[in-house]
């Protein structure tokens, strides 16, 4: 089974930037309920929908004081828990950041890693991009970060 997973959030001052489990220095963070990690959320969103499990806003939702603030490697582990208790096992997600920064390729693999463990994976099986707009949109205008993430399940 096959999910697709979406996520935005503007970038604002005073805010710390994570992506994919990784505190990244930069002028500005993602705004969210949680530390806004776009890929994580992303990741969480592919993995639900391919369970047919439903979606992050669902299982977290932002009107639950307990997520304010939650680590977004936490809020996966959590749902692949479920994904898991479903019959399901993660074969292979890709993961694609869109944004004209910060450039991630120094931290890709140590990213990849990050998610891998939270979902209590192999190394390798969690894999993530980076790509621009050129200067195209909210992204490409530097106003926030989206991410994409495919995963592939099979039954246990």
Do not use: K, N, Q
Not at 86 to 109: K, M, N, Q, S, T
Not at 110 to 135: F, I, K, N, S, Y
């Amino acid at each position: 089974r096959i999910g697709l997973g979406v996520d935005a959030h503007a970038l604002e001052p005073g805010v710390p930037l994570v992506l994919g489990g990784v505190a990244i220095e930069h002028d500005r963070g993602l705004a969210g309920f949680s530390d806004g990690d776009v890929i994580a959320h992303a990741l969480t969103d592919a993995i639900l929908g391919a369970a047919g499990l439903g979606d992050i806003g669902t299982l977290f939702p932002s009107d639950d004081e307990r997520w304010r603030g939650a680590d977004s490697l936490g809020l996966l582990a959590d749902a692949y828990r479920r994904v898991r208790a479903e019959g399901f096992e993660l074969v292979d997600a890709d993961c694609v950041l869109v944004g004209e920064e910060p450039r991630i390729a120094p931290h890709r693999e140590e990213m990849g890693r990050r998610l891998a463990d939270a979902l209590g994976v192999a190394h390798g099986t969690v894999g993530v991009r980076a790509t621009t707009t050129d200067g195209l949109g909210f992204t490409g205008r530097g106003e926030g970060l989206c991410a994409h993430a495919v995963a592939l399940l099979r039954s246990t």
